[in-house]
């Protein structure tokens, strides 16, 4: 599942710079994260980093993104060969 940013976030600014997919930007009121690049930080972490730095514990599983494991590693996957411009022909 990709992760969500409730409305208990206090825009403290550490969950942005930490994630390695650049999922987390700042809202209007909160931060969000942006479903299609969450990889709950597969594929460079063990556990998502956001969650990790986060002090009021407001960063859930989204249930309306249920992705497992093999999804998020295949996003993942997209997401790297997109940033490095590699092309597989």
């Known amino acids: 599942m990709a992760l969500k ?5 206090i825009n403290c600014d550490v969950c942005e710079p930490v994630c390695p997919n650049q999922a987390i930007f700042e809202g209007e009121l909160i931060y969000q994260i942006l479903s299609d690049r969450c990889t709950e930080c597969v594929g460079h972490f063990d556990t998502p980093q956001c969650v990790e730095v986060c002090p009021v514990d407001c960063i859930p599983k989204d ?17 790297t060969s997109a940033a490095s411009g590699s092309d597989v022909t």
């Open 5 to 9: 940013i409730t409305a208990e976030c």
């Open 63 to 79: 249930p309306d993104y249920p992705e497992d494991r093999g999804a998020l590693m295949n996003k993942y996957l997209s997401l």
